[in-house]
């Protein structure tokens, strides 16, 4: 998830904040944030042209790392459907405490499932459709 920044595609953006219930105006003002960039080139100091992107979220931006965390929470429902559907295992640190499936800190990542062939089938299932809707 290093890079992933660059990668994350609008319409996922927008879709996973209509999913997690923001009204439609604030989702409008948020995405005018995010594609209302232009990259231009100075070359001895003058404007020889411009890239408008299609996807990413600007490092450095104050609210990149929020919009993020939107991203990501999808991949966590998705770990949590699977392990709802019994797909994965959990991990429990004590009788009767919580179970675990994951854990997500700034760039890394901690999935906890059994160690079988058929876990990591279905974690690498969860991987593969997030990358494909994340971009």
Not at 38 to 60: D, E, H, M, Y
Request: overall charge positive; glycine content about 8%.
């Amino acid at each position: 998830m290093s890079k992933v920044y660059n990668r994350v595609e609008w319409a996922f953006l927008e879709g996973m904040m209509s999913k997690l219930g923001f009204s439609n105006s604030w989702i409008d003002r948020i995405m005018r944030c995010v594609i209302s960039i232009f990259f231009f080139f100075l070359v001895n100091r003058n404007i020889c042209g411009f890239i408008k992107p299609t996807r990413g979220l600007r490092q450095g931006d104050p609210l990149s790392p929020y919009l993020f965390f939107v991203c990501v929470k999808g991949l966590s429902r998705l770990i949590v459907k699977a392990e709802r559907r019994n797909d994965i295992g959990s991990f429990c640190c004590s009788r009767g405490g919580p179970k675990l499936t994951h854990l997500f800190f700034v760039d890394d990542s901690m999935i906890f499932t059994r160690a079988s062939e058929r876990d990591c089938i279905a974690i690498k299932e969860v991987l593969e459709c997030y990358a494909l809707a994340f971009g």
